[in-house]
């Protein structure tokens, strides 16, 4: 049921901005196991199961990169900018589909084939403006009557699709892991507080959600799922990145070296110690680069103590990502139990 869910938000598209497929899958996973979902005026999805006392919000962002389309040439190209963090060569020759005003439409992102390249083409820096999107048009009425204008969101195209060892390859695995982590937490947990599960919007250009609805709720606690680089493949050192995929949930101490956030330490201590409690495995980790919704969560109003819960997937921010569920479930299962019980704050 688990990897079922998983592969309905990593095969959906909601690129930054432009999250409405993802709320869609939100809401109705939810209905009837919280007490109120309502969206802000930025497009955050809060699902609110209430208690007394202490308040934790659990941020975990819908959005996912892409690109949005910035000219239409008269042959029918299409020329686009990157929404987020792409390393532009995994956008070469890939699939893509172009939400347009009529539906969607599939197009593939165009290069020079190999067997015309110079010796000076192959040794060319891939730069995101010499790339181009095909959709099979000859001209740009074409393009126009296939609904798709200056403005349209593009996202890859890419099934969630099953690997060996329980791990799983897709798109947007950064952050629909988080996604599915929040929507198994709240449907599963038994908790005496107010929770607010906050599934943010255009986290990949500037935490922008988790800025705004942390600021109106004005939890007393913050929690972020999202995915975090393991160090147990081929071109990352240990040094880099620490920690491994199928070794648990990692509770990120800091992040970008310092200085971006220190975790809580009291909230560090209670979720360790439902980890410890229950024998759930869980990592540690102090990373070099990179934020979470909790880096800005932190920081909203007179600060509010946060802590990001991260599941190690490899290759993030490019269409394949991998992640092992049985660290998703551990995940899961860490933060069901850590909020069984109030924190000593």
């Known amino acids: 049921m688990v990897y079922e869910l998983l592969k309905k938000l990593s095969d959906a598209h909601g690129l930054s901005g432009f999250e409405g497929n993802i709320k869609e899958i939100v809401r109705k996973e939810l209905d009837g196991y919280v007490d109120e979902v309502f969206e802000d005026k930025l497009g955050n999805l809060i699902a609110v199961k209430r208690g007394t006392g202490t308040s934790v919000m659990i941020a975990s962002h819908m959005d996912e990169i892409g690109l949005m389309v910035q000219y239409i040439d008269e042959k029918g190209f299409i020329k686009f900018v990157g929404i987020g963090g792409w390393y532009n060569p995994t956008l070469h020759t890939q699939r893509v589909v172009l939400h347009g005003k009529n539906g969607p439409v599939h197009g ?9 390249m110079t010796p000076e083409d192959r040794k060319k820096e891939i730069k995101i403006e010499d790339l ?4 099979g048009a000859t001209s740009a009425e074409d393009v126009e009557k296939a609904g798709i204008e200056i403005g349209t969101p593009v996202t890859i195209e890419q ?5 060996t060892n329980d791990r799983v390859t897709g798109k947007a695995l ?5 996604v599915l982590v929040l929507i198994e937490t709240l449907r599963r947990m038994n908790t005496p507080m107010t929770i607010y599960g906050v599934f943010t919007v255009q986290e990949e250009i500037g935490l922008k959600g988790a800025k705004v609805s942390a600021f109106a709720l004005n939890p007393d606690i913050a929690i972020a799922t999202d995915v975090t680089i393991p160090g147990d493949h081929p071109g990352v050192t240990k040094k880099e990145a620490s920690v491994e995929m199928g070794k648990g949930p990692v509770l990120v101490l800091a992040s970008a070296s310092g200085r971006g956030l220190l975790a809580d330490a009291r909230l560090i201590s209670w979720i360790r110690n439902a980890g410890d409690k229950k024998n759930i495995p869980y990592q540690l ?6 934020n979470t919704d909790a880096s800005i969560i932190n920081l909203v109003r007179d600060g509010i103590p946060s802590i990001p819960l991260s599941v190690p997937s490899r290759y993030i921010h490019s269409p394949v990502e991998v992640v092992d569920m049985k660290d998703v479930q551990a995940t899961i299962d860490i933060l069901v139990e850590v909020l069984k019980k109030k924190p000593k704050m």
């Open 108 to 116: 593939v992102i165009g290069a020079k084939p190999p067997h015309v």
């Open 132 to 135: 181009y999107i095909d959709i």
């Open 159 to 163: 099934d969630l699709i099953k690997l």
């Open 174 to 178: 950064d952050n629909r892991v988080g």
């Open 285 to 290: 980790e102090v990373g070099d680069g990179g």
